[in-house]
């Protein structure tokens, strides 16, 4: 009986080829191994039951996986693989842990790090032995003991893990710079924060990226939280997994921990999204073919290429630029020397998603949302290039002038807030006083998020950010398929089209006098920004036939807004991301070297 084992796996860090010779090492029966491009086979030949001691052991060592999108097992007639170990031209690319070292520190058989042929590191930064003498310590769990046991009795402590020295504490007043919440034991995730069973999964996934949820009221309250969000995240190396071990044999949940996982996810319809990149998912190459030498360094992100292949990097040098090539700078970046070519970051954003979907020969609607580069939707296609059809534009203009402008609409926009503020006189008040710190710097879909929280009366505070976070926290809980349909419009002016924020708003606050929850309304908001999106996806296909929609944009971190993108846009359309890439920051790096370039190949 010959089996073969079936894995696309997309990313090239070397971790399939790693686990399959592990795999083959560790097997008493002859494994053959092959692999094309993403797609790598693990077949063997023998009896059944021995066939199946095999199965037991791929499944118990290959892990769930960001890039892993399918795994099948089945009968094959001939073995076509090798019985040579697979090449490994990846470099090293270190991931947290792998299945046997976790096993390892869960039954406490682990004695040291840094050497596993799969997840450790042939240069790690911190030694075993070197860490060890650090803390003056001989046994490696007698230390982790002594430390959370300093943790309980002085409520916060600093240890030194292999992802970064850091900071742990019981209250989140003893946290001072950017910090998040490990989970100490998944179980208990479901019953404190706002979490679907597709996060929680994503959770488990072996690169370990943390997840931006709401804690549910009572975690809120037994806390004292202060937040709306907060990075979730399991334990991202061994050291801080043998802390949260121990933690959790002693009853702890939940600990803030500083330096949260830099890769950070979104879910929607079962599948993860990279909303952030982390510290192992680059570099990356991809086997393109460009004229022109270029570059880009933007968002802690460089990107060059030479003839036959571009890549791109961390970056700590954002002057570290090539004289020979083509420099790329987005749209309001400081740099503005002579011999710098300037982009839209959304365009590139979408270049980014052709190039790794191979959509060059497409039209398309791009659709590109962020919290921290410029917002627009726009269609692209070969023949016409860029077409934008709706740009966000910010007002700069507190609470009470958007009242103010509101009301000089027309008659009964007068009307209708002259009725707002009989109905909430201390709400309107309030507003009459009140202003945001941050209005001039935040980008428009953050301000028109901002502002609805604060005429709305959804958020207390100062911070525009807050309060737009305020907004997405409350449609997050909303368990409901539809909500309020806000008006979402587009107006020209001087020959662009521009979201008409006002109208957006004074829809909001009709729906508000109709007594309409703040839960629904902030869902509706939500909601109807998928309908707006769907709506212009219509607009786009009249126009040039579009094949298409492409998402991007931190903005879509918003389950709900990702979700219902999907639903209504996907029965008409194929919806395509980033794959590799994450949606805000270093696809839009990768993307601007292809702009004004055509790439083959």
């Keep these: 009986m010959n089996i073969a084992f079936n894995f696309h796996y997309t990313h090239h860090n070397g971790l399939m080829t790693r686990l399959l010779n ?4 560790d097997t008493q029966i002859p494994v053959y191994l092959a692999q094309n491009e993403n797609q790598y086979t693990l077949e063997a030949s023998g009896e059944q039951t021995t066939l199946e001691e095999l199965a037991e052991v791929v499944s118990n060592r290959i892990p769930l996986s960001l890039f892993l999108k399918e795994y099948r097992l089945g009968e094959t ?14 470099g090293f690319y270190q991931l947290p842990y792998c299945p046997k070292c976790q096993e390892g520190i869960l039954q406490r058989t682990l004695q040291t790090f840094g050497d596993c042929s799969v997840c450790g590191s042939s240069h790690p930064e911190i030694t075993f032995d070197a860490w060890l003498d650090h803390y003056h310590a001989t046994d490696f769990y007698e230390l982790i003991e002594s430390k959370v046991e300093e943790l309980l009795d002085k409520r916060v402590m600093q240890f030194q893990t292999l992802n970064s020295n850091r900071t742990f504490s019981l209250d989140e007043i003893s946290q001072d710079s950017h910090y998040g919440i490990l989970c100490c034991d998944v179980n208990a995730i479901a019953d404190s924060f706002v979490i679907t069973p597709s996060e ?16 549910k009221l ?3 309250l037994n806390h004292e939280l202060k937040s709306h969000w907060y990075s979730l995240f399991l334990a991202d190396d061994l050291i801080t997994l043998a802390v949260s071990q121990i933690l959790a044999s002693k009853n702890i949940d939940f600990v803030f921990v500083s330096n949260p996982p830099l890769l950070r996810c979104a879910v929607a319809m ?4 990279i909303i952030q990149t982390g510290r192992d998912l680059l570099p990356l ?4 073919t460009l004229p022109f030498l270029s570059q880009c360094n933007a968002y802690g992100f460089y990107a060059a290429n030479n003839h036959d292949k571009i890549e791109i990097d961390y970056t700590d040098n954002p002057s570290d630029l090539l004289s020979s090539h083509i420099t790329y700078v987005p749209w309001g970046s400081e740099l503005t020397e002579k011999g710098k070519v300037f982009f839209e970051p959304a365009h590139a954003a979408l270049t980014s998603v052709m190039m790794e979907n191979d959509l060059f020969d497409r039209s398309l609607l791009g659709v590109h949302l962020s919290h921290q580069t410029k917002s627009e939707i726009f269609s692209y296609s070969p023949q016409i290039g860029y077409t934008s059809m709706v740009k966000f534009k910010s007002h700069h203009k507190q609470p ?6 509101i009301a000089s609409i027309e008659e009964s926009a007068q009307r209708l807030i002259q009725n707002f503020s009989t109905h909430y006189p201390d709400l309107y008040q309030k507003l009459h006083f009140f202003e945001f710190d941050e209005l001039n710097t935040v980008e428009p879909i953050t301000e028109l998020f901002g502002l609805a929280a604060m005429i709305l009366g959804i958020y207390d505070g100062n911070s525009i950010v807050d309060a737009a976070g305020a907004l997405e926290a409350n449609a997050i ?28 708003l004074r829809s909001a606050i009709s729906f508000k006098l109709a007594g309409v929850d703040d839960m629904l309304l902030s869902f509706g908001f939500i909601d109807s920004l998928a309908d707006f999106i769907a709506q212009q996806a219509q607009n786009a296909y009249a126009n040039i036939g579009i094949e298409g929609v492409t998402i991007s944009g931190n903005v879509f971190e918003n389950r709900q807004l990702l979700k219902h993108t999907y639903q209504n846009v996907s029965p008409n359309y194929t919806l395509y991301s980033n794959i590799r890439l994450s949606m805000d920051s270093d696809n839009i790096v990768m993307g601007a070297l292809m702009l004004g370039n055509h790439p083959k190949g």
Excluded at 400 to 405: K, Q, R
């Design 270 to 273: 079962e599948q993860p999204f």
């Design 77 to 90: 007639q001939t073995i076509k693989g090798s019985d040579q170990f697979l090449e490994d031209t990846s």
């Design 218 to 220: 009572h975690f809120r």
């Design 285 to 288: 190459s991809y086997s393109k």
């Design 22 to 25: 592990e795999i083959k090492r």
């Design 200 to 215: 929680l999964h994503t959770l488990t996934l072996v690169e370990k990226p943390s997840l931006r949820l709401k804690p």
């Design 477 to 504: 809980e909303f368990r409901g398929k539809s909500g309020p349909r806000i008006d979402y419009k587009v107006h020209q002016r001087n020959g662009e089209y521009y979201l008409d924020t006002l109208t957006t």
């Design 400 to 405: 009470s002038e958007i009242l103010t402008a």
